[in-house]
C-alpha cells in the first residue's frame, strides 16, 4: 500500500506571500495532522483532522489553517509568510486518534 | 502540562557498540501513549514503537529494546550491536489522551552517529 504522500517536495516562497500543502493519507486512516519541524528541534503540532473535523490545534498564529476533505486528504494553507515560517512541514496519517502516526516525506518550504 | 525530554542532544558510537537513548516524559494524565520515531537524513520520520501507559513490559524486536518505566517517567531505547545504518535523528514522543485528539509532543531528539 501506498504511504502518506505529499506535494509539493520543496517549495520557495518570498515573504508575504500564501503558500498551500497538499497531504493524501494513506488509505483507509481517517485522521490528518501537521506538524512543523524547525532545523535541529523535534516537529511541533500545527492540527489534527478527524473524519474532517478539526481535533486540535497547536500554538500557531491564525495565518496558519488547514482543512480535510470528504476523501481525507488535507491541505494546510499559511498566509502572509514570514522567515520563521521555513521548515520542513510533515504530514501524519492514522486510522484512529491515539493510534501510531506514519508521516510523509514532507515539504520543505524555504521564504526568503 | 505535558513535556518531553531527551537530554542528550548528540552520541556518536563505533559500530557493534551498545546504545541507549534516553526520554523522560511529563504528563498529568493517567492515559496516555509513549512513541519512537527515526528521521534517517531523507526526513522522513519512521514509527518504531508505541507504548500506552498501562503496559509497562518492556519489548525488544530485534536489535531493538525498549524501557517503559512510569515511577521514573522514562521511556529509554536501546540499540544492540549498533550499525552504520541506524545513524540518524531519533525522537521520543508522547500522545495526549483520546479527548485531546492524539496530538504527538515530540522531544528534541537525539542524532546518533554510528561509525565503522
Known amino acids: 500500500d501506498a504511504g502518506v504522500t505529499q506535494s509539493p517536495t520543496h517549495l520557495i516562497k518570498t515573504r508575504g506571500q500564501h503558500v498551500t500543502l497538499r497531504c493524501s493519507p494513506i488509505s483507509g486512516h481517517k485522521s490528518v495532522s501537521w506538524y512543523q519541524q524547525v532545523l535541529g528541534q523535534g516537529p511541533q503540532f500545527i492540527f489534527q483532522?478527524?473524519?474532517?473535523?478539526?481535533?486540535g490545534r497547536g500554538n500557531f498564529p491564525d495565518r496558519f489553517s488547514a482543512r480535510q476533505f470528504p476523501n481525507y486528504s488535507s491541505e494546510l494553507n499559511v498566509n502572509a509568510l514570514l522567515l520563521g515560517d521555513s521548515a520542513l512541514y510533515l504530514c501524519a496519517s492514522s486510522s484512529v486518534l491515539v493510534n501510531e502516526q506514519f508521516f510523509g516525506p514532507g515539504t520543505r518550504l524555504t521564504v526568503l | 502540562a505535558q513535556k518531553v525530554t531527551q537530554a542528550q542532544t548528540e552520541i556518536s558510537v563505533v559500530e557493534k557498540e551498545d546504545v541507549t537513548l534516553d526520554c523522560v516524559y511529563e504528563?498529568?494524565?493517567?492515559?496516555?501513549?509513549l512513541f519512537w520515531y527515526k528521521q534517517p537524513p531523507s526526513g522522513e520520520l519512521v514509527f518504531l514503537i508505541r507504548r500506552n501507559s498501562f503496559d509497562e513490559q518492556n519489548e525488544i524486536s530485534g536489535r531493538y529494546s525498549w524501557n517503559f518505566q512510569k515511577s521514573t517517567s522514562s521511556f529509554n531505547f536501546t540499540i544492540t550491536a549498533s550499525q552504520v545504518v541506524d545513524s540518524a535523528v531519533y525522537f521520543c514522543a508522547l500522545s495526549e489522551n483520546y479527548n485531546q485528539g492524539g496530538k504527538l509532543i515530540f522531544g528534541q531528539g537525539t542524532e546518533l552517529s554510528v561509525k565503522p
Open positions: 483532522y478527524y473524519e474532517k473535523e478539526e481535533r
Open positions: 504528563t498529568r494524565d493517567t492515559t496516555y501513549y
